[in-house]
Nanobody, 127 residues
């Protein structure tokens, strides 16, 4: 079964940058579309970004468009989320998740579609 481990979270000042990594094991990553989700205290989980199996399609939440970039390196079994111009409202636990899809260039930013989840990494944006 697919196992996912996030890393790269931490404390950063507003306007700063972080790069999150999602490392996969158990199956080759190219069988899965991968999504990043986040949950802040007292708020519902929200989709941040997703990338299709071969990387040809990406989707972003409106709140992060132009600031976050998702990418994947299937040879390294890793997906990345580059986060720039971070704001305090980006503070949350960030999770990556895997969606087993037949289609190569589809990803859906809806949590219910994803079967495999990592344990999360904390991102705190504060001065």
């Amino acid at each position: 079964q697919l196992q996912l481990v996030e890393s790269g979270g931490g404390l950063v000042q507003p306007g700063g940058s972080l790069r999150l990594s999602c490392a996969a094991s158990g199956f080759t990553l190219d069988r899965y579309a991968i999504g990043w989700f986040r949950q802040a205290p007292g708020k519902e989980r929200e989709g941040v970004s997703c990338i299709s199996r071969h990387g040809g399609t990406t989707n972003y939440a409106d709140s992060v468009k132009g600031r976050f970039t998702i990418s994947r390196d299937n040879a390294k079994n890793t997906v990345y989320l580059q986060m720039n111009s971070l704001k305090p409202e980006d503070t949350a636990i960030y999770y990556c998740a895997g969606d087993r899809l037949i289609l190569l260039n589809v990803c859906v930013l809806r949590g219910g579609n994803y079967d495999y989840w990592g344990q999360g990494t904390q991102v705190t944006v504060s001065s």
